[in-house]
């Protein structure tokens, strides 16, 4: 409904949630009910029904946290993988945009890796 508001040039009060918004997000490993954060794993977004297609890549920094910028409106999958602890790791959660009401189109996102 925004974008064919702003197709017909219907301008939105200033507070109004962006057409691409950012994912941000964190990948831990649970060991013992505590969240050891992964750093330097790989974090796809892909778009569902795009045929796997990886729009944005990103790498963790040291505490596990990525961040996905201009992320459009639809429903994701992340994916991430890398090695923690001497073994190979992956994980992945799924995300829809835009978040439900209210919303400011912050979103968060915990990957636990297994």
Known sequence: MITQAAKIGITLPKGTPALKPTINGRVVLRVLLVDVPCPNFTVTLRQNGS???????????????????????????????????LLRRTGSAAVTLPTPPPSSDLVFVEITVK
């Open 51 to 85: 045929g796997g297609t990886a729009m944005q890549k990103a790498v963790t920094d040291e505490k596990g946290a990525f961040s996905f910028k201009g992320v459009p409106y639809g429903r994701y999958t992340l994916n991430a993988e890398g090695t923690i602890l």
